[in-house]
């Protein structure tokens, strides 16, 4: 008989362990907003935008190179139960820098100076220089749009040769060189000779596929020659 109640009560014991169980079941402590967002730039990289809680659930919202993306970590055990891509990042567009120049010089007249191109905010800053000043020109590399104009006066050194006074200046030669063909210098150069000396401009057009040396006098300033290459 005694036997008997003490397999009742065994049995008592574990059925209501069991249901204890089933009611009340033990739980993995919960892990932090932080240790979500330090598990997902673990896995992928990146930096982190945002992360909400929702359900059983941390929303991590992070950005990479390639695009912005949506992690979901289990809140209980911390694993990432999936990734999915929101948006993919554009490639920035991008001049050439023969089409920023030429987008200068549709703006101001003269002569490249300088073309530098800033990665970081996507534009061009092209230097043109003429006779009596220089215009720098700030260019979306994106979309071509000139995004601000300024403009210096050249500063004139005053000659210690007085008779160089009468010499016009190479940009001067270039300007009335690409009377006779536009395009870009690929070479000039200055001659001395007794009665004031000439410029040798060498220019190229690639659109019309043509190149000639002109010849410019450096006082009159006229075309003295033009020697075409064919």
């Known amino acids: 008989m005694r036997k008997w109640i003490l397999m009742t009560l065994a049995t008592i014991l574990l059925g209501g362990s069991v249901i204890a169980f089933l ?18 730039i673990s896995l992928y990289g990146g930096s982190i935008e945002q992360t909400t809680a929702s359900g059983e659930d941390y929303q991590v ?13 289990n809140r209980q055990n911390g ?3 999936s990734m999915n891509l929101l948006k993919k990042t554009e490639k920035a567009k991008k001049l050439t820098e023969q089409q920023a120049e030429k987008i200068a ?3 101001v007249e003269g002569i490249i100076g ?3 191109y800033n990665k970081d905010r996507n534009e061009y800053t092209v230097k043109v220089e003429e006779e009596t000043q220089v215009s720098t ?7 071509g749009e000139v995004l601000t104009i300024s403009e210096e006066p050249v500063q004139v050194v005053p000659s210690e040769e007085p008779d160089l006074e009468r010499i016009i ?7 009335l060189a690409k009377k006779t063909l536009s395009g870009e210098v690929q070479d000039d150069e200055f001659v001395e000779t007794e009665d004031g000396g000439y410029y040798l401009i060498e220019i190229e057009n690639d659109k019309t596929d043509q190149e000639a040396t002109i ?16």
């Open 23 to 40: 009611l009340f079941p033990r739980t993995s402590p919960e892990i932090s907003e932080e240790q979500a967002e330090e598990t997902v």
């Open 105 to 107: 010089l549709e703006k």
């Open 215 to 230: 010849q410019i006098h450096a006082v009159r300033g006229d075309t003295m020659t033009v020697e075409w290459d064919n």
């Open 169 to 175: 200046t190479r940009n001067e030669a270039i300007r």
């Open 137 to 143: 020109l700030v260019l979306s590399a994106a979309t």
């Open 61 to 73: 919202e992070f950005q990479r190179t390639d695009g912005r993306y949506l992690a979901l970590v």
């Open 79 to 81: 694993q990432v139960e």
């Open 114 to 116: 300088s073309n530098t």
